[in-house]
Structure formats: structure tokens, C-alpha cells
């Protein structure tokens, strides 16, 4: 009951900004972010209808297909966050029409909107639900390409809908606004997603594995794996320890390794995603209640 109530707040504060930064920032400036709510956007400079009326309309018949292909849960929660956004969208056109627009500047609303934007849709996402349209699409493709994060999907599916926006708005201008909008989104959706992960990937060989180790351990709060390893020229026996580190507990490790064995190799790299205990969760590969 308790995750429920926090999924359905996050469902409705994602909903809120996702309204938020079409009415206060993209829709006043001609500037879209691709999907449903681009079209929408679209549809509403050329007929005599809101963007939240537009955005529910388009994502209707999407919806219905959705039903028949995910579980009960995740389109109680996409309908609830469509349905949500329809209806914020028309209550702040309402409510902010005074101070709209915000601002004058194109390049503001562009990164104001496209963040916020992307907020929104990576707490809606994270919650387990979409804002429908490209949305359930992209879930669609995440079933079958879970090794690839959803901003990217966002971007390359939502580039047609911005290339359209120069012909709607008969400017390059409004295109070139809209992809850095894009931009912005994208990287929000998988901030939110993902958080920032910076870790590091470590190899020691050291004559001194087992204190080594322990004192990683213990003083780091590192986990550590034991490899047996074999030198490639002379054929002796060595210790390989390898542990995946967040990067600012790097120099900490750095300094442990120096102290216990100050002639033990040590390689390091980056890890772009690491999947596990005390890092990121494992992508879901069912959708279904």
C-alpha cells in the first residue's frame, strides 16, 4: 500500500513538471521535444485546441494497444500519468496564461523546458508508468535492447517529430531550439533513471593479496574479488584483487594500496555501468503484473 501511494506521488509530481514545462516554456517559444507531446504542440498552432486536449486525443488509440501488450499495473499507472498531464497542462494554461512567457529567450526555454521535461518523464518512468505515446514504444524496444538506456530511444525517435516542427513553424530556428531541447530531456530522463554514475574499475597485482584485501574491506568498505592469475613472460603465480569502486571513494582506495604495498601494479578504468550490490539495479525484462 505504502509503495503504491509512493509510486502514484511520483506519478503525479512527474506528470505536474512534464505539464509544467510544455505550458510555461516549449509551447510559447514553438519549441518541441518530439513524441506525443511534441505532435500535440503541433496540432495546437494549427487547430483551435490545447495541447493537454491534443496530448490526450493522440495518446488514446496508443493507449488502447498498450492494454493488450503490458501488464494491468503499468497501464493503470501510464493511464493515470496520461490523464494527469492532460489535466495539469489545461489548468496551468489557464492559471500561468498571465505570466506566459516566462521568458523571451529561446535558448532559456529550451533548457528550462527540455530539463524539466525530462524530470518529469524519468520520475513517471521510474515509477513504473509513461505519458503514453512514444513512451510505451520505447518500452516496447527496451524488452528486446535493455543494454540501451531510454534517453537514447527519446532522442532518435523524437528527432522526426522536431524535423517536423521546421515545417509546422517554417523556421530552422525552431528545429535547432527544439533539438537542444532534446538534448536536455534525454539527459534529465536518464539522470533521474540512473543517477550519475562515475565508477571506477580497478586491477592490483600485489605481493600482499590477503592484508590487501582485508584492508580494502574494512577501511574502504570495498568489495573485493580474488583472482588466481599467471605471468605472461616468466609463468609465475600472482594474485590479481579487481573491485568496482564508486569514484570518490577512489582516492581512498588509492592511498590504502599505496600504504599496504607500495609496489603493487595497479591499472584503473572507467566504468560507464556497473549493476549490483550498492550500484545500479538490474533493467527490467517484464512488464507484466
Request: hydrophobic letters at 50%; one cysteine or more; proline letters at 3%.
Amino acid at each position: 500500500m505504502k509503495r503504491n501511494l509512493i509510486h502514484f506521488i511520483m506519478l503525479t509530481a512527474g506528470s505536474l513538471l512534464f505539464s509544467l514545462s510544455l505550458v510555461a516554456f516549449l509551447d510559447p517559444a514553438s519549441i518541441v521535444t518530439g513524441g506525443i507531446s511534441g505532435v500535440a504542440i503541433l496540432a495546437s498552432h494549427l487547430l483551435p485546441l490545447g495541447v493537454g486536449g491534443w496530448f490526450l486525443i493522440l495518446n488514446l488509440p496508443i493507449l488502447a494497444v498498450g492494454v493488450a501488450v503490458f501488464g494491468k499495473r503499468f497501464m493503470l499507472y501510464t493511464l493515470y500519468a496520461t490523464l494527469s498531464s492532460s489535466l495539469f497542462s489545461e489548468l496551468l494554461a489557464r492559471w500561468l496564461l498571465p505570466l506566459i512567457p516566462l521568458t523571451g529567450d529561446s535558448v532559456l526555454s529550451a533548457l528550462f523546458g527540455g530539463t524539466i521535461c525530462g524530470v518529469g518523464l524519468g520520475l513517471v518512468m521510474r515509477a513504473g508508468g509513461t505519458t503514453g505515446g512514444t513512451d510505451i514504444a520505447v518500452r516496447l524496444l527496451r524488452t528486446k535492447f535493455s543494454h540501451i538506456k531510454e534517453g537514447l530511444f527519446f532522442f532518435v525517435m523524437d528527432m522526426a517529430v522536431v524535423l517536423a516542427s521546421a515545417i509546422v513553424f517554417r523556421s530552422v530556428e525552431s528545429a535547432l531550439y527544439s533539438t537542444l531541447a532534446l538534448g536536455a530531456c534525454s539527459f534529465a530522463v536518464d539522470l533521474v533513471l540512473y543517477g550519475r554514475m562515475e565508477a571506477r574499475l580497478c586491477f592490483i597485482i600485489s605481493q600482499k593479496p590477503v592484508l590487501l584485501a582485508e584492508c580494502l574491506t574494512k577501511e574502504c568498505g570495498v568489495g573485493v574479488t580474488v583472482v588466481s592469475a599467471e605471468g605472461g613472460y616468466r609463468g609465475e603465480e600472482r594474485t590479481l584483487l579487481v573491485c568496482a569502486i564508486r569514484a570518490k571513494r577512489y582516492p581512498a582506495v588509492a592511498r590504502t594500496v599505496a600504504r599496504v604495498d607500495p609496489a603493487a601494479f595497479t591499472v584503473v578504468t572507467s566504468a560507464k555501468e556497473v549493476y549490483g550490490e550498492g550500484f545500479l539495479r538490474y533493467p527490467a525484462t517484464k512488464e507484466k503484473a
